[in-house]
């Protein structure tokens, strides 16, 4: 079934810095969701996207509904400590014009680690 | 706090065991769903249930059985399981109807098992 490729699979950068990363699909997709899971937690949501090129801010946290809509980025300013996890995408296929159910595709997640 | 919880929340079981995880939402959502993660691998969906109907079954052996007695909760029973089904179970909720939300889900914080 359809897969999205997140890059980088991990990150080790240093406190303050700022963080990139982003997700690609072969196919269109009408929703982007961004979830950070914590060790021993599950993933929690971030930031939802809805419409080709939205820009929407969370904080520290900006993330992006790719024009193509078959991409969709992550960036963390400042980082901090606490900012440590796992990072996936997620996002809903659009085929044949439909909506593909309730299923959500995920990508294989981004660990981010940061040096105090 | 997601407003999903599961029980338990680590679970050591042997082959030949029968073990049941259980997952109740307080969101109002009316569909249900079933993940495993797995270390390095994207989420993989199990089942869905959506207005306690099983939509999806993504061809899980029939040592794993999925119950949904009620939109709030959600059963995989477990029985002679293999030390590869040791991993991570995550339960998620959504909103079942089309709408801008619905496709946001929302994760309780995992089952560890470990099968011996």
């Known amino acids: 079934g359809q897969q999205l490729n997140q890059s980088p699979q991990s990150m080790f950068i240093q406190e303050g810095e700022d963080v990139s990363m982003n997700c690609t699909s072969s196919s269109i997709f009408n929703t982007w969701l961004w979830y950070k899971q914590d060790p021993g937690e599950g993933p929690v949501l971030l930031i939802a996207l809805y419409k080709a090129g939205e820009l929407t801010s969370n904080g520290r946290l900006t993330a992006q509904f790719g024009i193509t809509r078959k991409d969709s980025f992550l960036n963390i300013s400042a980082s901090i400590p606490s900012d440590v996890g796992i990072y996936f995408c997620a996002g809903k296929e659009v085929l044949l014009g439909l909506e593909y159910g309730n299923k959500l595709v995920f990508g294989a997640g981004t660990i981010l680690r940061v040096k105090s | 706090e997601t407003g999903v919880t599961q029980t338990p929340r680590h679970l050591v079981m042997g082959m030949t065991n029968k073990k049941s995880l259980k997952c109740e939402q307080h969101l109002g959502h009316n569909a249900m769903y079933w993940y495993k993660q797995s270390a390095k691998k994207p989420l993989e969906l199990m089942f869905v249930?959506?207005?306690?109907?099983?939509?999806e079954n993504n061809s899980v052996p029939s040592r794993f059985s999925p119950e949904c007695p009620n939109s709030s909760h959600l059963f995989l029973h477990l029985h002679t399981l293999q030390p590869e089904d040791s991993a991570l179970y995550l339960c998620?909720?959504?909103?079942?109807?089309?709408?801008?939300?619905?496709?946001?889900?929302?994760f309780g914080a995992g089952t560890r098992l470990s099968v011996l």
């Open positions: 998620a909720s959504s909103q079942a109807l089309p709408g801008q939300g619905s496709n946001i889900q929302y």
């Open positions: 249930y959506s207005l306690e109907e099983r939509v």
